[in-house]
């Protein structure tokens, strides 16, 4: 209704046009055509380029236009013939409460102004003060505002949901520890009916004085230093007694400034977790209670599982020693009388046949050679598969070696090996056959001779003990040896050398029969079969292994 014309003759100004990919809409809600058409002259200026003008006369036809969207702006006179002024911007706002509006009215009146922003304008523009420029700054600032506005609220909104909704407990604290805001959660848990009733308290009025004095240290701490602490587990104590457990972290409460102005943080309700904890703690102690029965059981359960292996490994490899030693037993049966034969014409040939060709005696004498080897073959094989009664008498095991020793002087002699005795005296007798046991005692000494071709230490060492537990093994694949057991007494003998060893991928197959780790020639491959026989004959178990100092340890452990 009130003139825009005395603002007609303002300077208008140039302001760069926007850079928005579109014209911002903008509807006019004026019932004075000539205010109207002042208002489109003022946006037809460089300065309002970024504008686009939509006019209604009424307030029923702003709020029909406004029903169909894609304002951006209103400019509004409150001053309209089909309303009263103090429900016009009421009706505006609620039809679009997000479009930004600027109120204009002939009233220079500061505190209607104010009370018309408090209700949601963004700007109040006296129609007689209105110019391009603060029209158009106006309008660039409302609509501004009305953004950040509105993102704020977005946020405070966020920040409300969050703070009534979060099941852990957030606070606020002023300097003095006094909280300043707290959340529902917090709230419920202090018992009170609003979380505003918390202000100005601090936790001496919910906590006991314990609680309340540790968790205001901590809180002194956070602001005097500026770090937080982090996944604290506190215990807390209600007045009325009851204990709660929190998981809380605190941080420094910084202004705008960087300056600390307070303390907050945020507190989990873990009691029922500690609950459970305690639950756990009182079962643990339960099973520890019986950990000795059930470990007992279970070392039961894996020596039984352990028992049954070995027993299916020996049943296998007895069988398989079984069929060798039947098949050594047909070969060497079949082998032994045309050997003979051979070895009795060698033999005539070398005494009646006189020839001038020298290489004739050589000829002859390796042939030889090779019959006597193949012999030592064929006895080997028929030491292994024969079923070897024994004739056994209570014996001195070292008596045994030393004469053992003697027959393979010459053997240590060429190895220019050093013997070191350490030979026990009182041991007990040993149930056994004397030469065939010096026959195992002759082959692993002669064995460790050659593993020292260049020389070395040879160690014969006995002693008698006690076996333990862990040490009742059964030699797999021994069909004669009978089992050891805890509590019993043994007599040992270690032959330890410190010659080139045996390569560990070829130590499970040692006592195979035809292996054998010498050149080819030096060795048939039956030496340590047949010795294996003749200990598990005994009763006895024999082991051979690699020492970490280098060379080997082969022991023999006997009954008594």
Not at 63 to 75: K, M, P, Y
Not at 308 to 320: H, R, S, V
Not at 344 to 365: C, F, K, R, T
Not at 490 to 517: H, M, N
């Amino acid at each position: 209704m009130n003139s825009l014309r005395a603002g007609a003759h303002t300077r208008r100004i140039g302001v760069n046009p926007s850079t928005a990919h579109r014209k911002l809409k903008v509807l006019l809600i004026e019932d004075n055509p000539g205010d109207a058409r002042l208002i489109r002259e003022y946006l037809s200026d460089d300065a309002g380029a970024a504008f686009s003008l939509d006019h209604a006369p009424l307030l029923a036809a702003g709020l029909e236009r406004l029903a169909h969207g894609g304002i951006d702006l209103v400019l509004l006179d409150l001053s309209l013939p089909d309303s009263p002024v103090p429900e016009t911007f009421r009706r505006v706002r609620d039809a679009v409460p997000r479009v930004p509006i600027i109120v204009m009215s002939g009233l220079d009146d500061e505190e209607f102004a104010m009370q018309t922003v408090k209700e949601g304008a963004q700007d109040y523009l006296v129609k007689n003060q209105v110019e391009t420029r603060l029209l158009v700054h106006a309008m660039r600032y409302a609509i501004e505002r009305k953004r950040v506005t509105e993102a704020f609220e977005r946020e405070r909104d966020l920040f409300h949901m969050l703070m009534d909704n979060i099941p852990d407990r957030v606070f606020f604290k002023d300097e003095q520890s006094r909280f300043t805001r707290i959340n529902r959660a917090l709230a419920g848990h202090f018992s009170l009916p609003h979380p505003r009733a918390a202000v100005g308290k601090t936790d001496a009025d919910f906590f006991s004085a314990e609680h309340a004095k540790a968790a205001l240290q901590d809180e002194r701490l956070v602001m005097e230093s500026g770090e937080p602490i982090l996944g604290k587990i506190e215990r807390e104590t209600l007045p009325g007694g009851a204990v709660t457990w929190a998981l809380t972290s605190k941080l420094p409460l910084r202004n705008r400034d960087g300056r600390i102005e307070g303390s907050f943080g945020i507190s989990r309700d873990i009691t029922a977790l500690k609950r459970i904890e305690e639950e756990l703690r009182g079962a643990n102690e339960e099973l520890a209670r019986h950990k000795s029965e059930l470990q007992k059981t279970l070392g039961d359960l894996q020596k039984s599982h352990e028992d049954l292996k070995a027993a299916q490994f020996q049943l296998i490899q007895a069988e398989k020693m079984q069929s060798v030693g039947r098949l050594a037993a047909g070969v060497a049966h079949e082998v032994k009388n045309p050997l003979g034969i051979l070895r009795m014409g060698v033999d005539y040939l070398s005494q009646h046949l006189n020839s001038p060709d020298e290489n004739v005696a050589l000829i002859l004498s390796d042939m030889s050679e090779a019959i006597r080897r193949a012999d030592g073959i064929i006895h080997g094989l028929l030491d292994f598969s024969a079923p070897h009664a024994l004739d056994t008498h209570a014996d001195d095991l070292g008596v045994v070696i030393e004469q053992s020793l003697a027959l393979v002087r010459h053997v240590i002699k060429e190895s220019n090996a050093k013997v070191i005795k350490e030979l026990a005296t009182g041991l007990p007798p040993v149930w056994l056959d004397r030469n065939k046991m010096k026959q195992v005692f002759v082959n692993v000494f002669t064995n460790a001779c050659h593993a020292m071709p260049e020389g070395g230490t040879l160690t014969i060492r006995t002693r008698s003990r006690v076996l333990k537990e862990a040490e009742t093994t059964h030699d797999a694949g021994a069909r004669h040896a009978e089992r050891f057991r805890a509590g019993e007494t043994v007599v040992i003998a270690e032959v330890i050398d410190t010659g080139t060893g045996i390569p560990d991928q070829k130590l499970a197959q040692i006592f195979d029969p035809f292996f054998t780790t010498k050149e080819t020639g030096k060795g048939t491959g039956l030496g340590l079969t047949v010795t294996k026989k003749i200990v598990e004959l005994h009763g006895a178990t024999i082991d051979i292994r690699n020492r970490k100092e280098g060379g080997t340890c082969v022991t023999l452990m006997f009954k008594v």
